[in-house]
């Protein structure tokens, strides 16, 4: 495949080993500098675009590939506001994209388990949920995607969850059982660690996921970019997982 890459940063320089030990062609690189390049016969070529910018980039970047008739696999979180706007686009035949707020195999793995969990928890409602996300100081948007996605698939199977928030410094996270409080934390270089805490008077239940590494994004990233190949629409990891 040929593969172009938007957001030439950390990630991007992973996707391009992992795509290239995987035997894809990297057709275009492309970052803040040479935007103006989605317009380049390159970036036209590519199969597929990976994109892992930043929040107030990620829809620009998508839409210019759109013109350009390059189908995009997008990590980029923190730019909720505008996918209902480009998942319309993609219903319509005008644009590809799969999207997701964490491409790791594990993570998805997790929210299976995560799910199930919050569904037997609808027979004990003396259990209180909370969560905690840890991310490397550069992550500017909080909470993360992934943590939100989390979140969300609790509220999908809860009787007696209707949503999230991020607490106030001074609450404590088993405050509020109508809401998870989700915390957040930004130190050093960590990937990335997911906690959801069942709380209980007499017990607690813990499910933490902690990435070691950047490379299981940027594998599943590639994996996604295979996947989608020859599809058109709005997709997730979901879709590739066939949850």
Known sequence: MKIAIIGYGRMGHIIERIAQERGHHI?????????????????????????????EAAADNVLRAFAAGVPVVSGTTGWDGSLGEIREMCRKGEG???????????????????????????????????????????KLDHPSGTAITIAEDIISVSDRIDGWKEPDDTEKSRK?????????????????????????????????????????FALGAVMAAEWLKGRKGFFTMDDMMDL
């Open 27 to 55: 057709c275009a690189r492309i970052d803040v500098d040479n935007i103006d390049d989605t317009d380049s016969a390159e970036f036209r070529k590519a199969d597929v675009a990976i994109e892992f910018s930043r929040p």
């Open 96 to 138: 590809t994209l799969f999207h997701s707020s964490n491409f790791s195999i594990g993570v998805w793995l997790f929210r299976a388990v995560n799910r199930y969990l919050a569904g037997l928890m609808n027979r004990f409602p003396q259990y209180i949920p909370a969560m905690e996300e840890v991310h490397h100081i550069h």
């Open 176 to 216: 509020g059982a109508a809401v998870i409080p989700i915390s957040h934390e930004r130190r050093g270089e960590v990937p990335g660690i997911h906690t959801v805490v069942w709380d209980s008077v007499v017990d607690s239940i813990t499910l933490t996921h902690s990435a070691k590494s950047r490379e299981g």
